[in-house]
């Protein structure tokens, strides 16, 4: 079976990239994230539901063909989510629903590496650090963008009216 990348899996790659498990694929965070990841991987079928095993705040599952892709995607993402697309725009809402807020009035998300704030910077959402934060400058064209793929964070996109 040959996996393809789809805005679908870029979003779940988005949520794993930075708050994955250290065994199988899954994610550690609050009980929201867990639940968004379980249910979007139960949704495109690369998770059986007997299969999910559950910790003290992650999930995670087992697939060696998923994470050799993830992995291979992981270490491409620079590349692969260059462009304004629907595949970035999916990848960076599943980072916003995993580590995105409002500090005060200003879009961010916390613990991003330099290798997606380089990739907010490609798409000209002009990217500027704040300690753990990286704040969006172009921060309503940011949420306008990623708003078809936001699953978690639906009230920041309503409280900006987009």
Do not use: Q
């Amino acid at each position: 079976m040959k996996i393809r990348l789809t805005p679908e899996l870029s979003y779940i790659i988005g949520l794993w990239v930075h708050c994955r498990t250290e065994k199988g694929i899954g994610v550690i965070g609050d009980d929201e994230t867990v639940s968004n990841f379980a249910k979007s991987c139960l949704d495109l079928g690369i998770a059986v539901p007997g299969k999910l095993l559950y910790g003290e705040s992650k999930i995670f599952f087992y697939n060696s063909a998923i994470r050799k892709f993830f992995d291979k995607i992981y270490g491409e993402r620079t590349a692969r989510f260059k462009y304004g697309n629907d595949y970035s725009s999916a990848y960076l809402a599943g980072l916003f629903d995993a580590w995105g807020c409002v500090e005060r009035g200003r879009v961010c998300i916390r613990n991003l590496d330099i290798f997606d704030k380089g990739l907010l910077d490609n798409l000209r959402m002009l990217p500027k650090d704040a300690g753990r934060l990286t704040v969006i400058g172009k921060d309503k064209a940011f949420l306008k963008f990623i708003s078809p793929y936001v699953k978690r964070n639906k009230a920041i996109l309503e409280s900006a009216k987009i």
